[in-house]
T-cell receptor
Framework: KQEVTQIPAALSVPEGENLVLNCSFTDSAIYNLQWFRQDPGKGLTSLLLIQSSQREQTSGRLNASLDKSSGRSTLYIAASQPGDSATYLCAVRQRGEKLTFGTGTRLTIIP | GAGVSQSPSNKVTEKGKDVELRCDPISGHTALYWYRQSLGQGLEFLIYFQGNSAPDKSGLPSDRFSAERTGGSVSTLTIQRTQQEDSAVYLC?????????????FGSGTRLTVV
């Protein structure tokens, strides 16, 4: 059974700093991995989607990497801003249509 | 529409009553998913629809839960005889096709509170 873990569970950093969020999964037989952010009381906003054949994806200040063989993905946020404060979730898709979500990292950017 | 629309945004119901939650996917998206987000439980898969194929109901927690998708568009998740443990945020997502190759777009969810 696939298990997805995100460490740390919570992170606070001063504005302007670069930071890395981690996601690990136990079964490397995945089709893709997606990073989402969730604001309090809101749904999920898709950030980056990495197919299993890809190593990384970039969008603006965000860069996500995928090392499938080691079961790891990282989300790098450059020059953090208070608006980046949210919970970040990673999710993997294996055979079938179900996404398995991580436990989330609650990020707080301190102005 | 521009995004996935869910209604109602909030629902408070008495234990034992039935509730219906609605999801309007992005127009043209053939794949539709329901997930549940419970406090301390994270997000769990409930059901998946793809076109006219039989839905994947493997995530439904009990026979009190059912869902349908009419005309390949709007979906309704029904919970019968609600229990307090059903309290959660119910999220709907859609995708242009199955397989998640193009990623998933989630709605804002319905927060269900059973009292």
């Amino acid at each position: 059974k696939q298990e997805v873990t995100q460490i740390p569970a919570a992170l606070s950093v001063p504005e302007g700093e670069n930071l890395v969020l981690n996601c690990s999964f136990t079964d490397s037989a995945i089709y893709n991995l997606q990073w989402f952010r969730q604001d309090p009381g809101k749904g999920l906003t898709s950030l980056l989607l990495i197919q299993s054949s890809q190593r990384e994806q970039t969008s603006g200040r965000l860069n996500a990497s995928l090392d499938k063989s080691s079961g790891r993905s990282t989300l790098y946020i450059a020059a953090s801003q208070p608006g980046d404060s949210a919970t970040y979730l990673c999710a993997v898709r294996q055979r079938g249509e179900k996404l398995t979500f991580g436990t989330g990292t609650r990020l707080t950017i301190i102005p | 529409g521009a995004g996935v629309s869910q209604s109602p945004s909030n629902k408070v119901t008495e234990k034992g009553k039935d509730v219906e939650l609605r999801c309007d996917p992005i127009s043209g998206h053939t794949a539709l998913y329901w997930y549940r987000q419970s406090l301390g439980q994270g997000l769990e898969f409930l059901i998946y629809f793809q076109g006219n194929s039989a839905p994947d109901k493997s995530g439904l927690p009990s026979d009190r839960f059912s869902a349908e998708r009419t005309g390949g568009s709007v979906s309704t998740l029904t919970i019968q005889r609600t229990q307090q443990e059903d309290s959660a945020v119910y999220l709907c997502a859609s995708s242009p096709t199955g397989g998640g190759f193009y990623g998933y777009t989630f709605g804002s969810g319905t927060r269900l509170t059973v009292v």
